[in-house]
C-alpha cells in the first residue's frame, strides 16, 4: 500500500508570497493532519481535516488553513508568506479521527523556505 | 509554554547498552502518550503508545513506562542498536482528542 505522499518536496518562496501545499494520505485513509516542524519549537500541530470538514485547530494565525477534498487529498495554504514560516510541513494520515488506537502515519514533508 | 517538555536534546550510547529517552508533561487532560522516531528527511514513524490507564507497554526492544503522578513517561530501546539512531519525539493528546502536542525530541546516536 502507498505511503502519504506530499507535494513538492522543496519549495522556496519570498516573504509576502503565498503557498499551497498538497497531501494525498493512505489510500482509506479519511483523516488528514498538518503539522509544522521547526528546529526550535518541534513539531506543532496545524489542523486536522475529516470528511472534508475541519475537526481540529492548533494555535497558528488564519495565514494558514486547509482543506480536504471528497477523495480525502488535503491541500493547506499560507498566505502572506513570512520568514517564521520557513520550516518542515508535515502530513498524516490515519483512518478515522478521535480514535486514540489509529496510528498516524506520516508524510516525507515539504520543505518551504521563505527569503 | 511547553505541554510536553523532553529536556534532553540529545543523548549518546554505546551499542548494546540501554537507551532511556524522557518526556514530562504538564497538562493533566493527557490522557494517551506516544513516541515517535524521526530519521533525516523522513516523516516521524510511530513507534509505541501507552494509554493512561497503564503504567507500562511492551513492545520487542522498546518499552515505555508512565508515572501519572509525576507526569512522566520515559521510553527504554534494549539493546540499543546504530539503526535506532534517530530524533525520538514524544507525544501527547487529551482525552477529547483536542489538544495533540509533540515535545521537542531528543537526538539519540548509539555508537558502534
Known amino acids: 500500500k502507498a505511503g502519504v505522499t506530499q507535494t513538492p518536496r522543496y519549495l522556496i518562496k519570498t516573504r509576502g508570497q503565498q503557498v499551497t501545499l498538497s497531501c494525498s494520505p493512505i489510500?482509506?485513509?479519511?483523516?488528514v493532519s498538518w503539522y509544522q516542524q521547526t528546529p526550535g519549537q518541534g513539531l506543532q500541530f496545524l489542523f486536522e481535516y475529516f470528511s472534508e470538514t475541519q475537526r481540529n485547530k492548533g494555535n497558528f494565525p488564519g495565514r494558514f488553513s486547509g482543506r480536504q477534498f471528497s477523495n480525502s487529498r488535503s491541500e493547506m495554504n499560507v498566505s502572506t508568506l513570512e520568514l517564521g514560516d520557513s520550516a518542515l510541513y508535515l502530513c498524516?494520515?490515519?483512518?478515522?479521527?478521535?480514535?486514540?488506537?489509529?496510528?498516524?502515519?506520516f508524510g516525507p514533508g515539504t520543505r518551504l523556505t521563505v527569503l | 509554554d511547553q505541554q510536553v517538555k523532553q529536556n534532553s536534546p540529545s543523548l549518546s550510547v554505546q551499542e548494546g547498552r540501554i537507551s532511556i529517552l524522557n518526556c514530562d508533561y504538564t497538562?493533566?487532560?493527557?490522557?494517551?502518550f506516544l513516541w515517535y522516531k524521526k530519521y533525516p528527511a523522513e516523516g516521524p514513524t510511530f513507534l509505541i503508545s501507552i494509554s493512561s490507564i497503564k503504567d507500562k507497554n511492551e513492545d520487542g526492544r522498546f518499552t515505555v513506562f508512565l508515572n501519572k503522578s509525576a507526569k512522566h513517561l520515559s521510553l527504554h530501546i534494549v539493546p540499543s542498536q546504530p539503526g535506532d539512531s534517530a530524533v525520538y519525539f514524544c507525544a501527547a493528546e487529551d482525552n477529547y482528542g483536542q489538544n495533540f502536542v509533540f515535545g521537542p525530541g531528543t537526538r539519540l546516536s548509539v555508537l558502534p
Open positions: 498524516a494520515s490515519s483512518l478515522t479521527s478521535g480514535s486514540k488506537e489509529d496510528t498516524q502515519y
Open positions: 489510500s482509506g485513509h479519511r483523516s
Open positions: 497538562n493533566s487532560m493527557f490522557d494517551y
